[in-house]
Every structure is written in structure tokens, then in C-alpha cells.
């Protein structure tokens, strides 16, 4: 682990790279190379039906926090509907899927431990450019290499 970048960090509001991660589409508050490893701290505002199927991070845990809207989580064999205030946290190596309800846009805050985790989104966002859909093969090989792996079916 290196040594953060600065001892205070202070990033305005809306600043920060704005992604579209295969449909999930986040901002990148911090990175983990500006935490110096320690996590990455990103801001997700999704319409309903946007998800991510059921997968595990080998290395790191995951906590959101809702800010607004509905997202149902599924992490192990629980199945939690999330709301406004609530917080999901999921321990690494422990399958965990999430997905927008409702009739309205969910946002939230998700924070992972360690930080890195940000390059993974940025590399699959590039491929994402024009409206591209990356193969799943590519998909489930740009995150193995970051220690995440989804289950099947994907």
C-alpha cells in the first residue's frame, strides 16, 4: 500500500470522471491512488432495471449507501430491498448482486476497500465509448484480472 497523494482532499461537487460502466453509470470520487490504496469511493445514479449480476471480489468488500430510490440487493442467499438511508455492505469472496426497482432512479454511494477497484471501471468505460458493448468474455476478463469474478449464468 502507498501513502495517500495528500493529507486532505477536498473534491467538489460533480467533479470527478463520469462513467458509463456497461449501463452502470458512476462517478469516481476518489481513487485509490489518491487514497494511497486505502479505497475508492464512487457516486452511482442508475435508471430502473440497471444491475449487476451475481458476482464476488476476491480482495476487497463493498459498502453502499442509498441515497435515493430502491436497489435490491442479493448477497449470499439474502435477498434485501435497500432504501433511502439504508446501508449493504458486502464482505469480499461472498456473492453479491444488486438491481435498480421501482419507477424512479436510485443513487448511491459505493465504497470499496482497498482502493483500485477504479481502474477496472475506467478500463471497461473506454470500451464502452460510442455506445459499445464489450463481448462478455472481455468483460469477465478485464475484471478477473482485478480479482472479480461473476457466477453463472452472466
Known sequence: MTTATTECLHVRANHGPLLNVI?????????GEQTGGTMTLLANCNSPGTGIPLHFHGSEDEAFYILEGEVEFTVADQTIIARKGDTIFGARKIPHAWKVIGDRDARMLVFVTPGGCDRMFQELADLCRGGQRPAPETIMEICGRYDVHFQPPV
Open 23 to 31: 449501463g452502470d453509470h458512476q462517478r469516481i470520487i476518489l481513487t
